[in-house]
């Protein structure tokens, strides 16, 4: 049984552009949740998702970022004419249904550097 | 709401001496705890989580924690230090499948 996968592991932008960032859950798991980790501040919840909807945004800024997880295929986390304060690695999560508060099986996480 | 306290950013230990990593929580609900380990450029791996079972919680690698109620913590431990052990840790409390993290602490392991 495969881990939680994400994709890219590193990514460079630079700044303006946009950065799509994949999960792939664990195999049966239902819940994805995204999270960022910033240089010196630990990790921060942003988004929760269960297929094709949006449970908790409320770590999630305001403008340039999104998240969707759809039917079929990954999560995708968008962010939308980076800046330089976007740089950090980002880690998804995943959990089934039924255990949503007691089992989260984290990603290898997507680094990104904007320039 | 609901958060984590890590004390101190950084311990160091001599190899075979006990670990201990403090965490302390505040939650409005019982909570559901747990302690994670990130190796350098990886990802969170589970060491133990508390669920409302038996409150002295096994994990792997030989650390184990216990939650205590009337203090709000719970606490890291392991009896004898491995060099592996060296990384950074992060206490977590999960409420409606939302993690909070305290900011973690990062252990190093003196030969």
């Known amino acids: 049984n495969a881990g939680v996968m994400q994709n890219p592991r590193h990514l460079v932008r630079r700044r303006g552009q946009e950065a799509r960032l994949r999960c792939s859950p664990m195999k049966g798991h239902s819940h994805v949740y995204w999270y960022r980790q910033l240089p010196e501040e630990g990790l921060k919840f942003m988004v929760y998702l269960q297929k094709e909807n949006i449970i908790d945004e409320s770590g999630m800024p305001k403008e340039r970022f999104s998240a969707e997880f759809p039917k079929e295929g990954p999560s995708i986390l968008r962010i939308q004419q980076v800046v330089r304060g976007d740089s950090a690695a980002y880690f998804c999560a995943s959990s089934p249904w039924d255990r949503a508060n007691t089992e989260a099986f984290f990603g290898q996480g997507t680094r990104l550097t904007v320039v | 709401a609901q958060s984590v306290t890590q004390l101190g950013s950084h311990v160091s230990v001599s190899e075979g001496a006990l670990v201990l990593l403090r965490c302390n929580y505040s939650?409005?609900?019982?909570?559901?705890l747990f302690w994670y380990v990130q190796y350098p450029n990886q990802g969170l791996q589970l060491l133990l989580k508390y669920t409302s079972a038996a409150t002295l919680v096994k994990g792997i690698n030989g650390f184990e924690a216990e939650f205590k109620k009337s203090e709000t913590s719970f606490h890291l431990t392991k009896p004898s230090a491995h060099m592996s052990d060296a990384a950074e840790y992060f206490c977590a409390v999960s409420v409606a499948g939302k993690l909070t993290f305290g900011k973690g602490i990062t252990l190093s392991v003196r030969p």
């Open positions: 939650s409005s609900v019982p909570p559901y």
